[in-house]
C-alpha cells in the first residue's frame, strides 16, 4: 500500500482510504460483525486511514468504528471525523458534539476533524458561530490534532473557505466526470496544493455509478485500452494520476470490494497515465456527458414552482438516470414524484420557470417530453 505525507502535518496515512459511510447492514442498521470484520481486515491489509462521521448510518457509523478500532486498532490508523454544522444552533453545541463523537469513536481524540459538507452559507453560519476559534481551542484541548472540511459548492467558495483559516486538509468530490465541477481539478491544484493544503477525495466513483451499468459505448472505449482494466481500475487510476489527492476514499460494504480496492491501488503511483489513456478519459467523460437529457445544473434558480413541480429533482434525476443507464429506476421515481403532486402533470405552462433558468432550458417542452415518455 502507498502511503502518503499530508503537508504541514506529521500524518502519514495510506493513499486508499476506508470510508464508512457504506458498511454492510442487516435491515437499516449496521451489520455490526460483519463491519468490525471489515474495517479490521482493511487495517489488517494496509489501509490506515478511517473516515467517518457524525451522520453516517444513521448516526450509528462512528459507535461501530470505535468498536473496530479496539484491542490496538486505534492507535494504527489516522482517524476522521466530522461536526455535523447543520446541527450547530449555538457556539457551545460545536464541543458538545465533539464530545459526543470522541466518547462514540472510544478514543480522547480524532486526527483530522472535518467541518462537514461545507457550502459558502454553511461555512458562514458556523464561523459566525466561532468555528474557527472554536478548532483552535479543540487542538489546544488536544481533542483534535488537525483541522479540515469537506466541501460541496463551488470553486469561488473552494477559494474563500480554504484561504479564510490555516486548514490542514480539504477533502472534496472528485472523480472523472467531476473535474470541472465543484472546487474543480483547477480549484484543487491552485487552493490547496500551491498551498500546501493536504487533499482527500471522495466520492471517486460517483456514488458507485462509475462502476454500474456501464453504457455499450463506454464499454467499447474500456475495451479498446492497450492495457485491460476494470471500470473501477479506471476511475481509481485517473484519481492516483493526479499529484494533489493524497488519500482516496471509497465506501466499501464487502471482502470483495476491499481485495479488489486493494489491488488496485498496488499500483497507485502518481503520472502513471499515458497519454492514450488520459485520453481515453477525456473521451469516457464527454461520452457520459452526451448522454445527458436536459443540462441542468440543479441550480434552482426556477424555484419555486406556484404549482409545485420539482423541477430541478425531476431534471437532474433524468440526466443522472441517462447518463448511468437507470432509466427504469427513474421512471419509478418519476411514478412516485407524480403522485406526491410534484410531477410535471402540475405544470400549467405559466413560464416562469423559464425566465429565470440560466441554462436557457425550455423546461415548460422539456416537462411535457417527460412527462409523455415516463408517466405510467
Ligand atoms: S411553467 Fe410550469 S413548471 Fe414552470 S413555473 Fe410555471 S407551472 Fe411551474
Ligand atoms: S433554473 Fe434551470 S438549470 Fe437551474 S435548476 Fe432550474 S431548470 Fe435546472
Not at 157 to 171: E, H, V
Not at 243 to 249: G, H, K, R, V, Y
Not at 331 to 341: N, P, S
Request: some cysteine; hydrophobic content about 40%.
Amino acid at each position: 500500500m502507498q502511503m502518503i505525507t499530508f503537508p504541514g502535518t506529521d500524518i502519514t496515512a495510506s493513499r486508499l482510504g476506508m470510508g464508512c459511510m457504506r458498511l454492510p447492514v442487516d435491515g437499516d442498521k449496521i451489520d455490526r460483525p460483519a463491519a468490525i470484520k471489515l474495517i479490521r481486515d482493511a487495517i489488517d491489509n494496509g489501509v490506515t486511514y478511517i473516515d467517518t462521521a457524525y451522520g453516517y448510518h444513521n448516526r450509528e457509523s462512528e459507535i461501530v468504528v470505535g468498536e473496530a478500532l479496539k484491542d490496538g486498532y486505534r492507535e494504527r490508523v489516522t482517524l476522521v471525523t466530522k461536526l455535523p454544522v447543520w446541527l450547530v444552533e449555538k457556539p457551545e453545541d460545536m464541543e458538545k458534539l465533539l464530545d459526543e463523537q470522541l466518547e462514540k469513536l472510544q478514543t480522547d481524540h480524532v486526527d483530522f476533524y472535518l467541518l462537514h459538507a461545507l457550502s459558502w452559507g454553511s461555512y458562514e453560519k458556523v464561523r459566525n458561530m466561532g468555528a474557527r476559534e472554536f478548532l483552535d481551542r479543540m487542538i489546544e484541548k488536544g481533542k483534535i490534532r488537525y483541522p479540515a472540511f469537506s466541501f460541496h459548492d463551488d470553486a469561488e467558495a473552494f477559494r474563500k473557505i480554504i484561504t479564510d483559516y490555516p486548514w490542514k486538509m480539504a477533502q472534496v468530490q472528485m472523480n472523472v466526470l467531476d473535474e470541472f465541477n465543484q472546487a474543480t481539478l483547477e480549484g484543487c491544484y491552485k487552493y490547496a496544493e500551491e498551498r500546501g493544503i493536504g487533499l482527500v477525495v471522495m466520492e471517486p466513483l460517483r456514488g458507485g455509478a462509475l462502476a454500474r451499468n456501464i453504457p455499450d459505448e463506454i464499454q467499447s472505449l474500456y475495451d479498446q485500452a492497450a492495457e485491460k482494466r476494470t471500470p473501477v481500475e479506471w476511475a481509481f487510476r485517473w484519481l492516483y494520476d493526479k499529484t494533489p489527492f493524497m488519500t482516496i476514499l471509497s465506501g466499501m460494504s464487502n471482502t470483495e470490494q476491499l481485495m479488489d480496492n486493494i489491488r488496485i491501488f498496488s499500483g497507485a503511483e502518481f503520472g502513471v497515465m499515458t497519454q492514450d489513456e488520459k485520453d481515453m478519459m477525456t473521451k469516457v467523460r464527454e461520452t457520459y456527458e452526451a448522454r445527458v437529457r436536459v443540462g441542468c445544473t440543479g441550480c434552482e434558480y426556477c424555484m419555486p414552482c406556484p404549482k409545485g413541480v420539482k423541477i430541478p429533482n425531476i431534471f437532474r434525476s433524468l440526466d443522472n438516470a441517462a447518463m448511468f443507464n437507470t432509466l427504469d429506476g427513474f421512471k419509478k421515481r418519476y411514478a412516485a414524484m407524480v403522485e406526491k403532486g410534484e410531477g410535471a402533470n402540475q405544470c400549467v405552462k405559466c413560464g416562469l420557470c423559464e425566465k429565470a433558468c440560466p441554462q436557457h432550458i425550455q423546461i415548460r417542452q422539456k416537462l411535457a417530453e417527460i412527462h409523455e415518455e415516463f408517466a405510467e
